[in-house]
Structures are given as C-alpha cells and as structure tokens.
C-alpha cells in the first residue's frame, strides 16, 4: 500500500492538456520539494520526467512540467502526444530518509 | 556510456535467499547513491533502499528492514542487493537506478532482475 495517493487512470485527447495529482502527507511531499515524476512504457524501465518538483532533466520535452502545493504535487502533460501513453508514478524523499512511490496513473490518449 | 547491467533472472524456493548485482561503467561509481525499485508483474513500483555507493552508508524501507542488505564492491564498481527469507509475494523485477539527479531515485535505470519465488 503506497503511502502517496494517485488517480488510477487519466484519458484525455490527442493535443489535450491533463494533469496527475500525487497526494502526501506533511512527511514527504509537504515536507520536502523532492518530488520525482516518473514515465514508464510496458516493458520498459522508468524514466524521470520531473524532479525536484519543478526541474526537468536534460532531453525532456518542455509539455511536461511539474507543481506543488501543500501536500499534493501535480504533473501537467500539455499537447498530449500518442507517445505520451504510458504510467506515471510519482515519487518523493521522506523525513524516515527513505523514498516512497505512487501507486501509478494510467495515461490514455483517446 | 552510462549503464547499469545487471545479473540475470533467478528462480528460488520460498525461504531462500537472492543476491543481485549491478554493474556501473561509464562514470565514477562512489560519486552517486544508488537505488533499488522493484516491480511485481502487472503492479506499481516499490522502492527498497538506497546506497552511498562512497561509503556504504545504506537506508532500507521500513518493511523490509531485517530482510533485505544492500553492499557494493568499488573494486568492480559493483552493487548488490540481498533479499533473504523469500515469499511468493516477492517475485518481482528489481531494478537498480543510480541517483543522478538530487533526491530523485533514478536518472539511469538498469535492465532489470526477475526474481521468481517458487515451490
């Protein structure tokens, strides 16, 4: 059982914008602005798509961008592409010095 | 080019223990923690621990604290990750991801490790 909380599943249209909450606790992402966001596609390993709440790394698109506030950080996929189908999963740090997941949000592009 | 390659797939019995190895290439090893992740077929990911791969400093997930330790050889810029007292429940892919982004657990991901617990 994941101590973060994310929607199961989020469809949207090709060229949509859609947003992926993450719910903690003041222990982790209200906490802390260590918030990963993660892509991966079935049989793939995962991929980080935000960290640091807001940052993204070298070689990702500008459509993906990341909040936070309170205990809740949100990833925003805006012009949704059909590469963009696939799970999300956020992370964060916790005040334990461990790291906690999401139980992963199923993106579809209708 | 940074990798991490990791041991290949192993079946054991419940009650058992499993050792998987992941070798970095392609940066300087003790610079970087590393993570390990599993994944249980058709399930979300569950994080571990993490290693200082420097001085072996580790931090484990309260639930599997007493079952899983995680060390490294710097010789062979090599970690392992230890899980004992196997249950069916952790068959699963585990993933070891090298933090290369602060408080981010994983900038670069290995293949993946399938471990089956079987009877």
């Known amino acids: 059982q994941s101590a973060l909380t994310q929607p199961a599943s989020v469809s949207e249209s090709l060229g949509q914008s859609i947003t992926i909450s993450c719910t903690g606790t003041s222990s982790d992402i209200g906490y802390y602005n260590c918030v990963s966001w993660f892509q991966q596609h079935p049989g793939k390993a995962p991929k980080v798509m935000i960290y640091n709440v807001t940052n993204r790394p070298s070689g990702i698109s500008n459509r993906f961008s990341g909040s936070k506030s309170g205990n809740t950080a949100s990833l925003t996929i805006s012009g949704l592409q059909d590469e963009d189908e696939a799970d999300y999963y956020c992370s964060s740090y916790t005040t334990r010095n461990t790291y906690v997941f999401g139980p992963g949000t199923k993106v579809t592009v209708l | 080019q940074v990798q991490l390659v990791q041991s290949g797939a192993e079946v054991k019995n419940p009650g058992a223990s499993v050792k998987v190895s992941c070798k970095a290439s392609?940066?300087?090893?003790?610079?970087?923690?590393i993570h390990w992740v599993r994944q249980a077929p058709g399930q979300g990911l569950e994080w571990l621990g993490i290693m200082n791969c420097g001085n072996g400093d580790t931090s484990y997930a309260q639930r599997f604290r007493g079952r899983v330790t995680m060390t490294r050889d710097t010789s062979t810029n090599t970690a392992y990750m230890d899980l004992s007292r196997l249950r069916s429940e952790d068959t699963a892919l585990y993933y070891c991801?090298?933090?290369?982004?602060?408080?981010?657990?994983?900038?670069?991901w290995g293949q993946g490790t399938m471990v089956t617990v079987f009877s």
């Open positions: 991801a090298r933090e290369g982004l602060t408080f981010s657990p994983g900038d670069i």
């Open positions: 392609g940066y300087t090893f003790t610079s970087y923690h």
